[in-house]
């Protein structure tokens, strides 16, 4: 979402609002309506500058009078860029927060094992999914989605989530229950998602 924005690696020690480009070239459409580029019609020739976007962040920021520039940075507001580019005075009525990025690669490195800490107990079980066989309800489960759909979609299932596996198809004469055992549990969920579509 649009916003204002303080990245030192993109940046330098620039203020800067990234405007969501669909949106303001939304009002733009509503209330002007001249079929231009917004940006080159009505932001550059009100003084702002255009700062291509860094790497692949794909948003780029803009700075000028009025918007970031001469302005309080405790009260904020995009009335500026609003008067330029719909040609109405801007009525922002709230203050935006300044969101603050540093990509430097400490911070870089520094996030990325935050994130990794953050997820590394769900991808423990989804690791030990992939080992441990199927519970006792998964199974008791299977069985009676078994007889709900029959032995024929259960088969054409089974052999889809053991692909790839040394899991052996189910035998003519074993029981579905039998077949769900040697399962582990994360096949086990994704039987029941299958067998579950065509419940």
């Known amino acids: 979402m649009s916003g204002f924005a303080r990245d030192p690696k993109y940046y330098g020690d620039r203020l800067v609002y990234e405007p969501l480009e669909r949106k303001w070239a939304g009002y733009h459409a509503r209330h002007c309506g001249c079929g231009r580029d917004w940006l080159e019609a009505h932001a550059t020739p009100a003084g702002f500058t255009v700062i291509p976007p860094g790497g692949k962040t794909g948003y780029y920021g803009l700075v000028g009078p009025g918007l970031t520039e001469g ?47 953050l997820y590394a107990p769900a991808q423990e079980r989804r690791k030990q999914a992939k080992t441990e066989p199927a519970t006792e309800a998964q199974v008791k489960y299977l069985t009676t989605l078994a007889e709900k759909v029959g032995t024929e979609r259960f088969d054409a299932e089974f052999a889809k989530v053991i692909k790839s596996s040394d899991i052996a198809p189910r035998a003519p004469r074993q029981r579905c229950a039998t077949a769900a055992k040697r399962l582990t549990k994360s096949r086990a969920r994704k039987l029941i998602t299958a067998l579950v579509g065509h419940d």
């Open 71 to 117: 302005v309080d940075e405790e009260k904020l507001t995009a009335d500026a860029l609003w008067e330029a580019v719909t040609g109405k005075p801007g009525t922002q009525t709230w203050y935006e927060s300044v969101h603050i990025t540093c990509r430097s690669p400490e911070s870089e490195a520094a996030r990325k094992e935050h994130y990794k800490q």
